[in-house]
């Protein structure tokens, strides 16, 4: 995996990835009001409670080195819409996952999902080499399952009890993932949904 820059900017049609600042709080909170996303039990939203935590996470991360977390922008609006990231970068064995992520409500099923991952999974295949890029969700999560299938990834098992939620909750997380060879297949899928 190339030593890359952990701050890079992803720019597609409709979006812009950006790297996560501590500038960005106000305008997370703004997206996650917008269906009011903290209250959610299978996925972590920030929320006004959790905000601080949750930029303090992701940025302590980028500064290790093992995430890079970015902010999600509507380009024809600069509306900040949501944020996802790549996590658990393991740069000997060229692999990372693609996860917390999460859209504004009134823009969700718009399509912007599917270019955010095409943006993530080219950066991850073509610039950093990886060789596989997995994703885990809620078993519970029906969903975020679906989207996960839609963009062409493996479902490889179900890890039981693979962290435990904020109200206490013990999950089972369902895992997911892309290697190097279905990526050319996986790649093509995804340019066709985004020009329908």
């Known amino acids: 995996m190339n030593a890359l820059s952990l701050d890079i900017d992803l720019t597609g049609v409709t979006v812009e990835l950006q790297p996560l600042q501590l500038n960005h709080r106000s305008q997370l909170l703004d997206a996650a009001a917008d269906g009011e996303l903290w209250n959610m039990t299978l996925t972590v939203v920030p929320g006004p409670d959790t905000v601080e935590q949750y930029l303090a996470t992701a940025l302590e991360g980028r500064q290790v080195g093992t995430v890079m977390p970015f902010v999600i922008v509507q380009r024809e609006t600069g509306k900040l819409v949501g944020s996802t990231r790549f996590w ?4 000997k064995n060229r ?19 599917t270019e955010v991952k095409y943006l993530l999974l080219t950066h991850a295949f073509e610039v950093m080499n990886c060789v596989r890029v997995q ?12 989207a996960i299938l839609r963009i062409g990834a493996t479902q490889e098992g179900i890890v039981r009890h693979e962290r435990i939620m904020p109200d206490g909750r013990k999950r089972n997380s369902v895992r997911f993932s892309i290697i190097d060879s279905e990526w050319p297949t996986v790649k093509a899928l995804l340019e066709a949904k985004m020009r329908r």
């Open 88 to 91: 658990k970068i393991d740069r």
């Open 95 to 113: 692999k990372l996952e693609i996860g917390h992520t999460w859209l504004s409500e009134s823009i969700q099923r718009s399509g912007i999902n």
């Open 135 to 146: 994703f885990t969700t809620d078993e519970l999560n029906e969903k975020s399952r679906a």
